[in-house]
């Protein structure tokens, strides 16, 4: 063949191949579709009152005998009211049934559920392990209950920053498609479809943790094999990841930054990330340079309460040309914005009981728990004295102090620590601490944490761990 025919056909050759692999590629996709379709549901909340769908969400059967996985998020609503609601199932093919709920996991957002009835004769298998980075997985559900659909994407490991695993997922994930499988070539389920941040950003539960249910579901089920009782569950599952939390932020190494005339704490462990802003309206008589942490995840409960979060922030607070009592006044004023990080209705917790106190804390890098005023006990609940315990953030890991002021005299602050009680978890608290200079005229340091759903002795350790990390110039 001539270079001029080989140049005219090269780019036709290369165009007819290009299509031939996309007409396999398709026929790829449809072959898994019309392969696993049997094993697909769309699950749906009933509000019994009405008989009419109260939410819905997709789901995938996992055995012969009709069990079926979700995610916790899509059942929730039964879970914490099953008077009110009841859980059903509707297959590709248009069959109807009932569900029964049997166990679940809060921490990784799973359910499993069994088919009332003749369970359904498809099923998908787990996979035993996970795909290889940038390996194509298809997603399947219901979204926005248009009929089932698959999403074809990528799989990008686990996603960092969080405390809780979850599979990075190229590829769109919409409302009413949480809880359904995803699948590999071999229509093996690798993860399960739980939220997205849109621009093609979607995140998976790993199968693991469905397998890890599974497994604990048929250890604990009873002789009938029947569904669990779910408060004693959801307790130990919240006490467990609390006490994984606290153990990882108390082992690492807290890096402090500088913040005004302080030094204090920047980004914790990876799952932790800080942002920075600062104000500089010549109008403002304050000046304010602020860092904010915060984990980036939270535990589902219900629409009305979530919980596992670790936040802290500081403002260092300044002004030049006001008298006292004014520049107390303006930061007083900036106070009493603060507010608990995670959401809780009143069936869910108790009034916040609070305790407050002056603390004195030494100068010249010297930290602060090392010579507190007085010494107290953390107490929680409504029947304990709750008392007082002592731009984002890519800083160098030694930052360089402040330079020291001069000034010998302690620190003086003004501390309050708070507690409210959950009412189905009686031994898991929401703590909340703010703690504000004011032995200075025109200069302040405020601090905050929030922990949501952490016992007694990991938020006094935190609570001590936080004051103590605290250094002043």
Same mark, same amino acid.
Request: contains cysteine; glycine residues 8%.
């Given at each position: 063949m001539s270079n001029f025919y080989k140049r005219l056909f090269s780019p036709l050759l290369a165009l007819l191949l290009l299509c031939a692999a996309g007409g396999v590629l398709a026929q790829s996709y449809e072959q898994l579709y019309s392969d696993y379709r049997g094993s697909l549901y769309q699950i749906r909340l009933i509000e019994l009152s009405s008989n009419s769908k109260a939410g819905l969400g997709s789901g995938f059967q996992i055995s012969t005998d009709g069990l079926v996985a979700t995610n916790y998020h899509v059942v929730s609503e039964a879970v914490h009211d099953p008077d009110k609601y009841a859980l059903?199932?509707?297959?590709?093919? /248009?069959?109807?049934?009932?569900?029964?709920?049997?166990?679940?996991?809060?921490?990784?957002?799973?359910?499993?559920?069994?088919?009332? /009835?003749?369970? /359904? $004769?498809?099923?998908? %298998? !787990?996979? $035993?392990?996970?795909?290889?980075? /940038?390996?194509?997985i298809v997603s399947m559900g219901n979204p926005l209950d248009l009929g089932m659909t698959i999403v074809p994407g990528t799989y990008n490991g686990i996603a960092g920053g969080s405390f809780y695993d979850r599979i990075h997922f190229s590829g769109s994930i919409n409302p009413g498609m949480s809880g359904g499988p995803v699948i590999n070539?071999?229509?093996?389920?690798?993860?399960?479809?739980?939220?997205?941040?849109?621009?093609?950003?979607?995140?998976?539960?790993?199968?693991?943790? !469905?397998?890890?249910?599974l497994l604990d579901y048929k250890k604990e089920a009873t002789a009938g094999n029947g569904a669990l009782e779910l408060q004693p569950v959801i307790s130990r599952q919240l006490h467990k990841n609390q006490q994984r939390i606290i153990d990882q932020v108390l082992a690492a190494d807290w890096q402090l930054r500088p913040l005004g005339e302080a030094m204090v704490v920047g980004e914790i462990v990876p799952s932790i990330q800080c942002w920075g802003s600062s104000t500089d309206d010549e109008d403002e008589p304050v000046t304010q340079v602020a860092k904010g942490c915060t984990g980036q995840d939270v535990v589902f409960l219900s629409e009305d309460f979530d919980t596992g979060r670790v936040e802290y922030e500081f403002f260092w607070l300044e002004a030049d040309d006001l008298r006292s009592s004014r520049f107390y006044s303006a930061y007083e004023e900036n106070m009493s914005g603060f507010f608990p990080g995670n959401s809780a209705g009143e069936d869910d917790v108790t009034d916040f009981n609070c305790k407050q106190q002056f603390t004195s804390h030494p100068r010249n890098g010297h930290k602060i728990g090392a010579n507190t005023s007085d010494k107290t006990d953390t107490a929680a609940g409504d029947d304990k004295e709750a008392q007082q315990q002592g731009q984002a953030e890519d800083e160098p890991a030694q930052a360089t102090p402040p330079k020291a002021s001069g000034k010998r005299d302690p620190v003086?602050? %003004?501390?309050?620590?708070?507690? %409210? %009680?959950?009412?189905?978890?009686?031994? !898991?608290?929401?703590?909340?601490?703010? $703690?504000?200079t004011v032995d200075q005229n025109n200069r302040a340091l405020v601090s905050h944490f929030t922990l949501s759903g952490f016992t007694q002795e990991s938020a006094t350790a935190f609570t001590q761990k936080f004051a103590s990390e605290i250094q002043w110039h």
């Amino acid at each position: 063949m001539s270079n001029f025919y080989k140049r005219l056909f090269s780019p036709l050759l290369a165009l007819l191949l290009l299509c031939a692999a996309g007409g396999v590629l398709a026929q790829s996709y449809e072959q898994l579709y019309s392969d696993y379709r049997g094993s697909l549901y769309q699950i749906r909340l009933i509000e019994l009152s009405s008989n009419s769908k109260a939410g819905l969400g997709s789901g995938f059967q996992i055995s012969t005998d009709g069990l079926v996985a979700t995610n916790y998020h899509v059942v929730s609503e039964a879970v914490h009211d099953p008077d009110k609601y009841a859980l059903k199932y509707l297959s590709v093919d /248009g069959k109807e049934g009932e569900l029964e709920l049997l166990d679940v996991d809060v921490i990784n957002d799973l359910a499993i559920l069994r088919q009332k /009835g003749e369970p /359904g $004769s498809d099923f998908l %298998r !787990l996979a $035993s392990k996970s795909p290889s980075k /940038g390996e194509t997985i298809v997603s399947m559900g219901n979204p926005l209950d248009l009929g089932m659909t698959i999403v074809p994407g990528t799989y990008n490991g686990i996603a960092g920053g969080s405390f809780y695993d979850r599979i990075h997922f190229s590829g769109s994930i919409n409302p009413g498609m949480s809880g359904g499988p995803v699948i590999n070539r071999n229509g093996q389920v690798v993860g399960i479809n739980v939220a997205t941040a849109g621009n093609q950003i979607s995140f998976l539960v790993p199968v693991d943790k !469905l397998v890890a249910l599974l497994l604990d579901y048929k250890k604990e089920a009873t002789a009938g094999n029947g569904a669990l009782e779910l408060q004693p569950v959801i307790s130990r599952q919240l006490h467990k990841n609390q006490q994984r939390i606290i153990d990882q932020v108390l082992a690492a190494d807290w890096q402090l930054r500088p913040l005004g005339e302080a030094m204090v704490v920047g980004e914790i462990v990876p799952s932790i990330q800080c942002w920075g802003s600062s104000t500089d309206d010549e109008d403002e008589p304050v000046t304010q340079v602020a860092k904010g942490c915060t984990g980036q995840d939270v535990v589902f409960l219900s629409e009305d309460f979530d919980t596992g979060r670790v936040e802290y922030e500081f403002f260092w607070l300044e002004a030049d040309d006001l008298r006292s009592s004014r520049f107390y006044s303006a930061y007083e004023e900036n106070m009493s914005g603060f507010f608990p990080g995670n959401s809780a209705g009143e069936d869910d917790v108790t009034d916040f009981n609070c305790k407050q106190q002056f603390t004195s804390h030494p100068r010249n890098g010297h930290k602060i728990g090392a010579n507190t005023s007085d010494k107290t006990d953390t107490a929680a609940g409504d029947d304990k004295e709750a008392q007082q315990q002592g731009q984002a953030e890519d800083e160098p890991a030694q930052a360089t102090p402040p330079k020291a002021s001069g000034k010998r005299d302690p620190v003086i602050a %003004r501390t309050s620590y708070c507690v %409210r %009680r959950y009412k189905d978890f009686p031994d !898991l608290y929401d703590v909340f601490y703010v $703690s504000l200079t004011v032995d200075q005229n025109n200069r302040a340091l405020v601090s905050h944490f929030t922990l949501s759903g952490f016992t007694q002795e990991s938020a006094t350790a935190f609570t001590q761990k936080f004051a103590s990390e605290i250094q002043w110039h």
